[in-house]
């Protein structure tokens, strides 16, 4: 990948396409008539002189700025401004110094696009971003050069795992997804271990085992550790699905669309990047990140309705359904967590229902949570970053949904209420320790971005979750 260089500073050097933004209500600009542009947010208008191209971005409402307008109003200026093939863009946030953070955000973000393979590019002259220079008042450059620094860390991670989350399932398997954990985390302060399927079966992962089973591409166990805390201080683990194909299995899905399933791992793919750049941030915590990765194929071998499971912790499930496989793997991999960290909370990720979509669709992910200073915590973390998330209930009774005749639980309950039968499910493995489960099957990609994200893969719950963990989570 091409480096882009910020810098922050007072004027532009060089000639660099200029970003400006706009507030409803104030002068427009010179020779913009009232009828092409009133500052909506996200609207552009292009200025061009003979020397430089200005590109005025709508804010909308002064009283109505959070961060996220800046960060997508930002986003959308580098994404127009890509398009018209420029490399070299100023930001001019004189007056919105307090938000540096969330505008170089969305300028790194919007910069990143799935290229895909092979096609004709030809036709398409959309530039690399090379440079991005940020510019503020004199006074505010020391603090504005803090939050531009972090705000990089972030969004570069970001497109990373947005990178990875677009492969599709052939070229990203649960053993390629851990050689690219074991890359990343070299030269970081991580460490990585690797379950292959022997260790897997060798400690008692008979969750990951039976929904990998029907695969030729054998399941996969990713631990990071990261210890930027003191030595005696017990970790936060997080927990996420990294399904790489969810075919379904036996119970096999119904084709349209099946082709988003490759997205079932985007809840392992922000728990990576929540390690790499909490190593990157020198975050002074311990954290522990478990991505149990395995691909849900029918066949021969594959795990089947009817059969019993032994998880890691000595729980059973009744399978009643394969499709129902992101909370098997989770269960491991939670009691996992549980068992050799007894952390102080586990913070658990998944494209787990089909349910949350029809209950919140895509501009928020489902939090279940029983730890209400945790639910505060991501809510305001939420309004921050714009990764949004709302409070869903898993109240005990939800667990009746599960109960078996035969096992510790089953599979699937009724269909009414399966977001929240499903959170009771993976719950049930974290047992007394806080639990926050996020439902991120309607976040974690988008078909009809917002202004500074492409189509794919949106890297959901990797910003909300620095956010949470830098203002101290109340654990
Ligand atoms: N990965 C899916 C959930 C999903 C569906 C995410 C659509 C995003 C969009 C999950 O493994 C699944 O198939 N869940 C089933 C559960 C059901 C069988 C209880 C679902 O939601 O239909
Ligand atoms: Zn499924
Ligand atoms: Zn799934």
Same mark, same amino acid.
């Given at each position: 990948?091409?480096?882009?260089?910020?810098?922050?500073?007072?004027?532009?050097?060089?000639?660099? &396409?200029?970003?400006?933004?706009?507030?409803?209500?104030?002068? !427009?600009?010179?020779? /913009?008539?009232?009828?092409?542009?009133?500052?909506?947010? $996200?609207?552009?208008?292009?200025?061009?002189?003979?020397?430089?191209?200005?590109?005025?971005?709508?804010? %909308? +409402?002064?009283?109505?700025?959070?961060? +996220?307008?800046?960060?997508?109003?930002? %986003?959308?200026?580098? *994404?127009?401004?890509?398009?018209? %093939?420029?490399? #070299?863009?100023?930001?001019?946030?004189?007056?919105?110094?307090?938000?540096?953070?969330?505008? /170089?955000?969305?300028?790194?973000?919007?910069?990143?696009?799935?290229?895909?393979?092979?096609?004709?590019?030809?036709?398409?002259?959309?530039?690399?971003?090379?440079?991005?220079?940020?510019?503020?008042?004199?006074?505010? =450059?020391?603090?504005?050069? @803090?939050?531009?620094?972090?705000?990089?860390?972030?969004?570069?991670?970001?497109?990373?795992?947005?990178?990875?989350?677009?492969?599709?399932?052939?070229?990203?398997?649960?053993?390629?997804?851990?050689?690219?954990?074991?890359?990343?985390?070299?030269?970081?302060?991580?460490?990585?271990?690797?379950?292959?399927?022997?260790?897997?079966?060798?400690?008692?992962?008979?969750?990951?085992? @039976?929904?990998?089973?029907?695969?030729?591409?054998?399941?996969?166990?990713?631990?990071?550790?990261?210890?930027?805390?003191?030595?005696?201080?017990?970790?936060?683990?997080?927990?996420?699905?990294?399904?790489?194909?969810?075919?379904?299995?036996?119970?096999?899905?119904?084709?349209?669309?099946?082709?988003?399933?490759?997205?079932? *791992?985007?809840?392992? =793919?922000?728990?990576?990047?929540?390690?790499?750049?909490?190593?990157?941030?020198?975050?002074?915590?311990?954290? /522990?990140?478990?991505?149990?990765?395995?691909?849900?194929?029918?066949?021969?071998?594959?795990?089947?309705?009817?059969?019993?499971?032994?998880?890691? &912790?000595? *729980?059973?499930? #009744?399978?009643?359904?394969?499709?129902?496989?992101?909370?098997?793997?989770?269960?491991?991999?939670?009691?996992?967590?549980?068992?050799?960290?007894?952390?102080?909370?586990?913070? #658990?990720?998944?494209? =787990?229902?089909?349910?949350?979509?029809?209950?919140?669709?895509?501009?928020?992910?489902?939090?279940?949570?029983?730890?209400?200073? !945790?639910?505060?915590?991501? !809510?305001?973390?939420? *309004?921050?970053?714009?990764?949004?998330?709302?409070?869903?209930? /898993?109240? &005990?009774?939800?667990?009746?949904?599960?109960?078996?005749?035969?096992?510790?639980?089953?599979?699937?309950?009724?269909?009414?209420?399966?977001? $929240?039968?499903?959170?009771?499910?993976?719950?049930?493995?974290?047992?007394?320790?806080?639990?926050?489960?996020?439902?991120?099957?309607?976040?974690?990609?988008?078909?009809?971005?917002?202004?500074?994200?492409?189509?794919?893969?949106?890297?959901?719950?990797?910003?909300?979750?620095? @956010?949470?963990?830098?203002?101290?989570?109340?654990?």
């Amino acid at each position: 990948m091409p480096t882009l260089k910020i810098d922050v500073r007072t004027s532009t050097v060089g000639s660099p &396409d200029l970003v400006t933004f706009f507030v409803k209500g104030s002068p !427009l600009p010179v020779g /913009v008539p009232a009828s092409e542009f009133d500052g909506a947010p $996200c609207s552009t208008v292009l200025l061009r002189d003979k020397t430089q191209r200005t590109l005025v971005v709508g804010l %909308g +409402d002064k009283d109505k700025i959070e961060p +996220d307008t800046l960060r997508r109003a930002a %986003g959308a200026g580098i *994404k127009h401004l890509l398009k018209l %093939g420029s490399t #070299e863009v100023a930001l001019d946030l004189g007056t919105y110094a307090d938000h540096v953070g969330p505008a /170089v955000e969305g300028a790194i973000l919007a910069s990143y696009k799935f290229e895909g393979f092979g096609k004709d590019a030809s036709k398409e002259k959309r530039g690399v971003l090379n440079r991005l220079q940020i510019l503020v008042k004199e006074n505010e =450059l020391i603090a504005a050069r @803090a939050q531009a620094r972090d705000a990089e860390i972030i969004a570069t991670i970001s497109n990373t795992i947005r990178g990875i989350g677009n492969l599709p399932g052939n070229m990203l398997t649960p053993a390629i997804l851990a050689e690219q954990a074991q890359e990343l985390a070299q030269g970081r302060p991580l460490t990585v271990r690797i379950w292959n399927e022997r260790h897997l079966a060798r400690d008692g992962f008979g969750g990951i085992l @039976a929904v990998g089973q029907g695969s030729v591409n054998p399941p996969r166990l990713i631990v990071l550790e990261y210890r930027g805390g003191g030595r005696r201080e017990t970790p936060i683990a997080l927990v996420g699905k990294a399904v790489t194909f969810d075919t379904g299995g036996i119970t096999i899905k119904p084709g349209a669309q099946m082709d988003e399933m490759k997205w079932d *791992k985007m809840g392992g =793919l922000a728990v990576l990047g929540i390690l790499l750049a909490a190593a990157d941030l020198k975050l002074p915590l311990n954290l /522990v990140g478990l991505i149990p990765s395995a691909e849900n194929m029918p066949g021969p071998d594959a795990y089947r309705p009817g059969d019993i499971i032994t998880t890691r &912790d000595g *729980k059973t499930i #009744e399978v009643l359904n394969t499709d129902a496989e992101g909370r098997i793997i989770l269960a491991d991999a939670i009691a996992h967590a549980r068992l050799a960290y007894k952390p102080s909370a586990i913070l #658990e990720y998944s494209t =787990l229902t089909g349910a949350v979509v029809m209950a919140l669709g895509h501009r928020r992910a489902g939090m279940f949570t029983a730890q209400d200073k !945790l639910r505060d915590a991501f !809510l305001a973390a939420g *309004k921050a970053t714009g990764e949004l998330v709302w409070p869903m209930p /898993v109240d &005990d009774e939800y667990k009746e949904g599960v109960q078996s005749e035969i096992a510790t639980v089953k599979n699937i309950g009724p269909r009414e209420g399966s977001a $929240c039968i499903s959170a009771s499910f993976v719950k049930t493995w974290a047992e007394e320790t806080p639990f926050v489960h996020f439902d991120i099957a309607g976040t974690a990609w988008s078909t009809k971005p917002p202004a500074h994200l492409e189509a794919g893969a949106t890297g959901f719950g990797l910003r909300l979750t620095l @956010a949470a963990l830098r203002a101290g989570l109340p654990v």
